[in-house]
């Protein structure tokens, strides 16, 4: 095959390829800091409950290469993806005229599979999603990870994790965006784990792995089962072609009845709801907090739980085969798709009202907003749901980071303020500063949480940048009307729900009552979580002091807080509705440039026309409509004043409790904040059962009671066998093999009588020889006869 | 009167039997080195007899008689030494006694 770079359908190739190469060459080459446990002497032999350490960046050579290496792979992905995005830009019908090119992977029996790229409206829209995600997260990570002895080994597995998203999001296949899918899973549990001395880290990443497992398992068997009935496993020979949509369809699955279709549907729904976070699969994302933050903005907001969404996209013709949510006919994906996302969207939303921790409040938002994602899905409304992934991908990896800078600046504020208290009380022991410092740190580490909102409030004096960075991203989460992102995109949500809901659908009207409830909390928490951090007096010591300092590690942590502010705000305005008054007119003079640039992602009409099965997937935008509106503008609007009635117009002060323990009541409080016990539950019900199980069961009785039961029985044959052998080998082979040489000693024992050892014997015998010789010789020769 | 050859060739013949009597009989091992002078020195009689009767003109008799002599005497000095020798570690002559390598 003739490989000519500047083909733009070769090129999309090349875009996970430098993060992937920057995962080898750091990893084989650059990294110098292997695997070192942070309890090493060479640290210092750090407290084992480790959350990075004083070691500086430019202490290490192959740190800074690594840091380069990495950041030019990431470059190099971005350049290549705007460029292959630039291209598809100017072709007028993407969706029909794709870049794509795929070379032959392996022949399977009768068909030949085809490992290969595409990009589509939808890859293009992703391709200017997540290379920009993820440079501000590798800027970020510099100086947040600045600290770390092993920044090499981070750079390493997020550039990994990079061209993992990138290989999922180029792949033209549901193999290779499995295996995408999968490595990110991996990288997902390194992450988590990448602090692997604290116990709460590795179990995490544990938890993370474990679970998101139980889900692709499920979502590889529908794989499997889609692979045995069409035999292709291509987008596009699968999506585009009614004939197998139709087959697909009407094929009766081997299981659970309905159709084959909706079967391997509902597999890789599961296979999303694990990967995505959704209810009841959740449980590992707040868990997943644990790992620094510039991967919790990875894992939430550019890659990992995108892909979920992102597959269930890609596969939305085959999901929706046999039904047409937009005349209201359901089939099973798409109920489960809207019941899960619903569910989990207002679920999540009211844990993370009371939750205390800066990141876990954002970790359970992104998980109802997932739920949204979902639940938009489960209507029909993909086109919204992509446009919410985008704007949120680009929202919350703001809000990630800018807690990132919160938590740093805590920790310097914690560290500044004691630092001034220790030298006021021993100004003689600067000598023995450090060894004293260290002391005082650990203990007061153990009471002091630089996650905890408690311990934050007027934070906005001393971090400027974060307090306006974390507005703007709290506000876009919180659907701010007209000039943030989040609002754009949450009512194109909720008006697709509405139009449904005109139409009397129960699953549209569900999600339409439970997303505005959600927006709802979710804008409440934003204000709630604004007011705790950043208004009032600060409460803590480490509050007062908390900065990002100066330098190289406040820089590298401030332009992207910056850089994503700015997304955070447009990136909605690609999607205005044209009938939107004034800003249609202004965003969208002919037609949405959203809807119509992702709508020709899915199959055009006329081809589906024929096949009774296969629905209509051009769907227009619902015509505009005020309700919806005037919902989003309520519930984001009363949400931020609720907030702000409780949390801003009295700030909390020290020592005080949350008010909103006063207003729900502590037993509800303590059940949200304990997030319904679904953790205890999951303890309880699969946790604990499958210890017993692995315990009694396994240990006992299969492992020890049967497979060791079989292995004694062989060595006990074994052992019978062998001295059978013992016995013929005493006995036969020692028998003959002694006997033979007995016999010789015998007869030489017998016969060496004759050495006597005396030489005057020998003599004797010698000289009767001669005689008789003589004799003989005589007679024979006739001597005698002549002498005689 | 001359002495004829069988009288020197019975002389020799019983000579050369006392010493094969004595090598076999002896038990001292100086003895039985004596022996063997004498069947060495009745060997030297043949030769000298055989010589002086038959070829007188020619000195092979002679010459072999003469490097008899030679051997006889080496013969007894190696023989001589190593009887000391184990005279020395076994304090006795009688060759019965030297049985250190007999099974």
Wanted: aromatic share 12%.
């Amino acid at each position: 095959m003739e490989i000519n770079l500047n083909d733009v359908n070769i090129l999309p190739w090349l875009i996970p390829a430098g993060p992937l190469l920057a995962f080898f060459i750091i990893t084989l080459i650059t990294n110098r800091s292997k695997m070192v446990p942070a309890t090493s002497h060479e640290y210092g032999g750090h407290h084992p409950d480790y959350d990075g350490m004083p070691v500086h960046v430019g202490s290490n050579l192959g740190r800074v290469a690594s840091i380069v290496v990495g950041m030019v792979g990431v470059v190099l992905a971005l350049i290549i993806s705007l460029n292959v995005v630039g291209q598809a830009l100017s072709v007028s019908h993407l969706g029909e005229e794709v870049f794509q090119s795929s070379a032959v992977w392996m022949d399977t029996g009768d068909t030949t599979f085809n490992m290969g790229v595409l990009v589509d409206p939808f890859t293009t829209v992703m391709l200017v999603m997540v290379p920009i995600a993820v440079l501000a997260i590798f800027i970020y990570s510099i100086g947040y990870m600045a600290h770390d002895p092993r920044q090499a080994r981070f750079f390493a597995l997020i550039s990994l994790f990079a061209g993992a998203m990138l290989t999922l999001v180029v792949a033209d296949n549901l193999l290779l965006l499995f295996v995408g899918w999968e490595i990110m899973g991996l990288c997902s549990y390194m992450l988590i784990g990448f602090w692997f001395e604290k116990e709460s880290a590795y179990k995490a990443a544990i938890k993370a792995f474990m679970t998101t497992r139980v889900a692709d398992v499920i979502m590889l068997l529908g794989i499997a089962y889609l692979y045995a009935i069409t035999g292709t496993l291509s987008f596009r020979e699968i999506l585009y072609n009614p004939e197998v949509l139709e087959q697909l369809a009407t094929t009766p699955a081997i299981i659970f009845g309905g159709s084959a279709a909706a079967l391997i549907g509902v597999f890789l729904i599961i296979g999303t709801i694990g990967k995505s976070a959704q209810f009841p699969l959740h449980v590992w994302l707040p868990d997943a907090m644990e790992g620094p933050t510039p991967v919790s903005a990875m894992i939430h907001a550019a890659a990992m739980v995108s892909a979920g969404i992102y597959a269930i996209i890609r596969m939305f013709p085959l999901l929706t085969a046999g039904a047409d949510p937009h005349h209201g006919v359901f089939n099973a994906p798409l109920l489960l798709m809207s019941v899960v996302g619903a569910i989990t969207a207002i679920f999540a939303a009211t844990i993370a009202v009371a939750q205390n921790d800066v990141k876990r409040v954002l970790a359970y938002s992104t998980i109802s907003q997932l739920g949204f994602m979902m639940a938009a899905l489960g209507i029909g409304a993909y086109i919204a749901a992509a446009f919410h992934l985008i704007t949120h991908a680009f929202f919350k990896a703001l809000l990630f980071m800018a807690s990132g800078s919160v938590i740093h600046g805590m920790e310097h504020g914690h560290h500044h303020a004691h630092e001034h208290g220790h030298h006021g009380h021993d100004e003689h022991e600067t000598h023995d500063a450090h060894a004293g410092h260290d002391e005082h740190h650990e203990t007061a580490d153990a009471v002091f949480d630089p996650q905890d909102m408690m311990n934050m409030g007027g934070l906005r004096r001393t971090m400027p940048v974060t307090f306006w960075t974390f507005l703007i991203g709290g506000f876009s989460l919180a659907g701010f009307p007209l000039i943030t992102a989040g609002f754009w995109s949450k009512d194109e949500i909720l008006a697709d729900a509405y139009y449904g809901l005109t139409h009397g659908y129960g699953p549209h009207a569900l999600v339409f009552v439970l997303l505005a409830l959600a927006a709802f909390l979710t804008a409440f928490y934003t204000m709630r979580q604004l007011g705790l951090t950043f208004w009032g007096e600060p409460r803590t010591e480490a509050a007062r002091h908390a900065s990002l300092g100066q330098g190289i590690v406040s820089l590298t942590m401030t332009i992207p807080l910056i850089m994503m502010a700015f997304f955070a705000i447009t990136a909605g305005f690609v999607g205005v509705p044209e009938e939107f008054p004034i800003f249609g007119a202004i965003f969208s003079p002919e037609h949405n440039p959203f809807h119509h640039f992702m709508i020709e992602t899915l199959p055009l009409n006329e081809a589906t026309e024929a096949y009774a099965n296969v629905p209509e997937m051009h769907v227009d935008a619902p015509p505009f409509n005020l309700i919806p509106v005037a919902t989003s503008f309520l519930v984001a609007l009363g949400g931020l004043y609720a907030g702000w009635l409780v949390y801003w117009r009295r700030p909390l002060q020290p020592g005080e409790e949350d008010p909103l323990i006063r207003l729900i009541g502590v037993e509800v409080h303590t059940t949200l904040r304990n997030k319904y016990y679904l953790d205890e539950l999951y303890h309880a019900v699969f946790i604990v059962p499958s210890q017993w199980f692995s315990r009694a069961v396994v240990s006992e009785f299969i492992d020890r009671g049967i497979i060791d039961g079989f292995l004694h029985l062989i060595a006990r044959v074994s052992i019978w066998i062998g001295d059978l052998f013992k016995v013929l080998n005493t006995w036969l082979i020692d028998g003959v093999g002694d006997g033979i040489p007995e016999l010789i000693a015998l007869f030489g024992r017998w016969f060496r009588r004759v050495q006597t050892g005396r030489v005057q014997q020998y003599l004797l015998f010698v000289a009767i020889a001669a005689l008789l010789i003589g004799i003989i010789f005589a007679v024979s020769t006739g001597i005698l006869q002549a002498a005689g | 009167m001359t002495i004829p050859l069988w009288m020197y060739l019975v002389v020799a013949a019983l000579l050369f039997c006392i010493g094969v009597y004595g090598v076999l009989a002896r038990r001292n091992a100086v003895a039985i080195l004596m022996a063997i002078e004498l069947m060495l020195n009745a060997v030297n009689i043949n030769l000298v007899a055989f010589w002086r009767y038959i070829t007188p003109q020619m000195m092979n008799g002679q010459a072999f008689a003469a490097f008899v002599f030679v051997i006889a005497a080496a013969e007894a000095a190696v023989g001589l030494a190593i009887i000391i020798s184990v005279y020395r570690s076994r304090r006795s002559v009688v060759v019965d006694d030297v049985n250190l390598l007999r099974w």
